[in-house]
T-cell receptor, first 112, second 115 residues
Framework: SQQGEEDPQALSIQEGENATMNCSYK?????LQWYRQNSGRGLVHLIL?????REKHSGRLRVTLDTSKKSSSLLITASRAADTASYFC????????????FGAGTRLFVKA | NAGVTQTPKFRVLKTGQSMTLLCAQD?????MYWYRQDPGMGLRLIHY???????AKGEVPDGYNVSRLKKQNFLLGLESAAPSQTSVYFC??????????????FGQGTRLTVV
């Protein structure tokens, strides 16, 4: 089974609303990353949060990390139609050497 | 900078045929990865490499082999393709630091169909 799991699996909102996606993981990590994937394309890195950080901001993105609950959330504020994409969390799974493991993703649809 | 380049972009194979997917990165990254992505699913790690001459199994390694003879290249081989290997394959690379992995850079993907 995968290290990270996002919820919800799909999210549909109106332009201007905020979108919140959650990620839970299983083992201890050094950092957690969020990526975005537009349909049919490769993933693009959005933000990285380290295990000793609790919150991080980048433009309209806000990421929180709760290592006691092994969970993270990604908040996109004032969403735009162009934010329509799939969003994935990834952790550096340390078992057997560090490697980046992805969850199943949240599909976000922002209606104009 | 080209970043991460995958070839080919599309391929159709017959069951039992073999092929090699090539991934090249020009960022001098130590770590390289091969993932597969199936409809409605995330990326599952097939194999990865922590440096030139090294490879390791990921979550779904069966039916695939890899080689990293040069730091900038990571090859994924299918010796005898099966319909279950129909998927989109992504290569990625990243740096490794004392505080864990840094961001991964992805190729544009290879859409493979096995008939």
């Amino acid at each position: 089974s995968q290290q990270g799991e996002e919820d919800p699996q799909a999210l549909s909102i109106q332009e201007g609303e905020n979108a919140t996606m959650n990620c839970s993981y299983k083992t201890s990590i050094n950092n957690l990353q969020w990526y975005r994937q537009n349909s049919g394309r490769g993933l693009v890195h959005l933000i990285l949060i380290r295990s000793n950080e609790r919150e991080k901001h980048s433009g309209r993105l806000r990421v929180t990390l709760d290592t006691s609950k092994k969970s993270s959330s990604l908040l996109i504020t004032a969403s735009r139609a162009a934010d329509t994409a799939s969003y994935f969390c990834a952790t550096d799974w340390s078992t057997g050497g560090f490697k980046t493991i992805f969850g199943a993703g949240t599909r976000l649809f922002v209606k104009a | 900078n080209a970043g991460v380049t995958q070839t080919p972009k599309f391929r159709v194979l017959k069951t039992g045929q073999s092929m090699t997917l090539l991934c090249a990165q020009d960022m001098n990254h130590e770590y390289m990865y091969w993932y597969r992505q199936d409809p409605g699913m995330g990326l599952r790690l097939i194999h990865y490499s922590v440096g030139e001459g090294t490879t390791a199994k990921g979550e779904v390694p069966d039916g695939y082999n890899v080689s990293r003879l040069k730091k900038q290249n990571f090859l994924l081989g299918l010796e005898s393709a099966a319909p279950s290997q129909t998927s989109v394959y992504f290569c990625a690379s990243s740096l490794i630091t004392l505080t864990g992995n840094t961001e991964a850079f992805f190729g544009q993907g290879t859409r493979l169909t096995v008939v």
